[in-house]
């Protein structure tokens, strides 16, 4: 299994940053994702809720159906998901079901974050899947363009 080794979580990061940008450009909450396999972008996604009108379309989501239509297998093995906020329950499981060995998050979400904060789906152990997870890589950035976000719609 080869992964991103950690030296380059702020880079892919930082992709995932301006995945974020490009959902606050249409009006969605500025969260972003990125699937990384073999020093390669083969999944990126940000959300798009507002957009589709699909409660779904989240960025984590949307980031996996993309890697694995790269992959041709919805097993996204060899790969890391690089997300600007705590992914949710729903995303933590779709990262579960994913099978992704690694997760990278930005943020944390206090009011909904299932890997770790109110949640831990990701290290349930009752799931035949936990993936490692890295938590607060870019914490700041990742955590001030939301709060920027959420003051300018106040």
């Known amino acids: 299994m080869?992964?991103?080794t950690q030296g380059d979580d702020e880079r892919w990061m930082r992709e995932a940053l301006e995945e974020a940008r490009a959902a606050e450009a249409h009006g969605d909450v500025p969260i972003g994702a990125v699937?990384?396999?073999?020093d390669h972008?083969?999944?990126?996604?940000?959300?798009?809720?507002?957009?589709?009108s699909d409660p779904t379309a989240h960025a984590e989501v949307t980031a996996l159906r993309a890697?694995?239509?790269a992959l041709g297998s919805w097993r996204v093995l060899d790969s890391t998901l690089y997300v600007t906020l705590e992914p949710c329950a729903m995303c933590a499981?779709?990262?579960?079901?994913s099978r992704i060995p690694r997760v990278v998050y930005g943020a944390p979400?206090?009011?909904a974050g299932a890997?770790?904060?109110?949640?831990?789906v990701l290290a349930d152990t009752r799931l035949n899947h936990r993936p490692i997870v890295d938590a607060g890589v870019l914490a700041d950035e990742c955590g001030a363009i939301l709060r920027e976000f959420f003051t300018a719609r106040r």
């Open 2 to 4: 080869e992964l991103v």
């Open 35 to 38: 699937v990384v396999h073999r």
């Open 41 to 52: 972008v083969i999944g990126r996604g940000h959300n798009e809720r507002e957009e589709r």
């Open 67 to 69: 890697a694995a239509a």
């Open 93 to 97: 499981g779709a990262i579960v079901l």
């Open 109 to 111: 979400d206090p009011k």
């Open 115 to 120: 890997a770790g904060s109110v949640l831990d």
